[in-house]
């Protein structure tokens, strides 16, 4: 095997099906449009396959290629015109969906994007401190304080719509 082929069979080992269904699920959240999903995520893969060899920790893969993605898609945004924002795209409100799913979607929609897209990573994709940091290019201490920001913001707008079973303020957990 020449040298040339070890990145991309090392790139595709690291990939695992966990950690490009993660970087879907990041894709959509940012694009919450399917085809730009796709492509956003095409041109994150195979960026990060060109850069693999430049990968200092291998453990890092995941947050590394979360922060491709998210520098990929604001690349993209500077090359365009200013797109509307498409927050009822953005949640599903079908019947199936209980009044607390229903309450969470829209308090998110309220929160600033970046209040959103830290409680998205962190909640639906489970990066832990470190990650996040690496995939927003701040300290740790800077994104648990941007975390416990934006879990006081959400809090506050769940218990404005006062939706906890009669209870009147959001969990603690939040």
């Known amino acids: 095997m020449q040298a040339s082929d070890a990145a991309p069979a090392a790139f595709e080992e690291a990939l695992t099906p966990e950690i490009y269904s993660a ?3 990041y894709c959509f959240y940012l694009c919450a449009r399917r085809e ?3 492509d956003l995520l095409q041109d994150s893969l195979a960026h990060a396959m060109r850069k693999f060899a430049q990968l200092r920790d291998p453990g ?3 947050a590394w290629l979360m922060a491709i993605v998210r520098t990929r898609f ?4 500077r090359r365009r015109r200013p797109v ?3 927050a009822e795209d953005r949640i599903s409100t079908g019947e199936d969906c209980s009044i607390l799913s229903d309450a969470l979607a829209v308090a998110m929609q309220q929160l600033p994007e970046p209040q959103r897209e830290l409680l998205t990573l ?6 832990q401190l470190t990650e996040l940091a690496t995939v927003l290019g701040l300290s740790v201490s800077m994104v648990s304080q941007r975390l416990f920001r934006a879990r006081r913001s959400l809090r506050r707008l769940l218990d404005a719509q006062a939706i906890y079973c009669g209870a009147g ?6």
Do not use: M, T
């Open 169 to 174: 303020s959001a969990p603690e957990e939040l």
């Open 36 to 38: 730009d999903s796709e």
């Open 60 to 62: 890092g893969f995941r």
């Open 122 to 127: 962190f909640y639906i994709e489970d990066l």
């Open 74 to 77: 604001i690349s993209g945004l």
């Open 84 to 86: 509307e924002e498409l």
């Open 23 to 25: 970087a879907w699920r």
